[in-house]
């Protein structure tokens, strides 16, 4: 599972603040788990700070630099990739692509996602439980699936929540997405671009009749 907490969410512009890599096991143990706390080279908005707890000060003083952090975050990622194993994220683009621009910030290598395994219970949830009202966030799915998350917005706690809740839907949809890594990564690509096409397209008959969306899965990429 793969989380992080950042300055904010332009996806180009957002600085990685602190990330968590964990696995799990198949009853939803912890078995290993990677937890960075970076100095992002800026001032984190007090936005920001409200929601993850670690303020410019912090930062500052306790993170690692940051090129040295994403660096070990890409490397971490791509041992598990390279082997076969899905990497869980809750809402993929928004982590990919923010870990993509810091690489490219950085001089680095951006982490490789052709053809990898990647899991985002967002969509799947999306696609299994379309017709259900409410919020899709973190928060709301875990408690949904019964996954206990009490430090929402901590990236070690929505971590471990996401691989729970894709543990707990997976049990509960076995049948519906019933593919292999390689079938399901290329289906949550068909699944995001439409559910993408959805909420467009009910924004611009209810909201704003210019609002766009920027699509990509897992990566939002400008084009």
Known sequence: MFDTETTGLVLAEARIVTACVAELDENGKVSSIHEWLANPGIEIPAAAASVHGVTTEVAIRDGRPAKEVVAEIIDTLSAYLTRGIPVVAYNAPYDFTILH?????????????????????????KKTERFRKGKRNLETVASLYSVKLDDAHNATADAVASGRVLQ???????????????????????????????????????????????RGWPLKLAQ
């Open 101 to 125: 621009y810091e690489a490219l910030r950085h001089g680095l290598r951006p982490l490789q996602l052709d053809g990898m395994p990647i899991l985002d219970p967002l969509v799947l949830d």
């Open 168 to 214: 707990a839907l997976a049990r509960k949809h076995a049948a519906e997405i019933d593919f292999s890594l390689a079938e399901l990564h290329q289906q949550q690509k068909a699944w995001s671009l439409a559910q993408d096409d959805s909420f467009e397209s009910y924004m611009r008959q209810s909201v704003n009749p210019d609002f766009t969306l920027q």
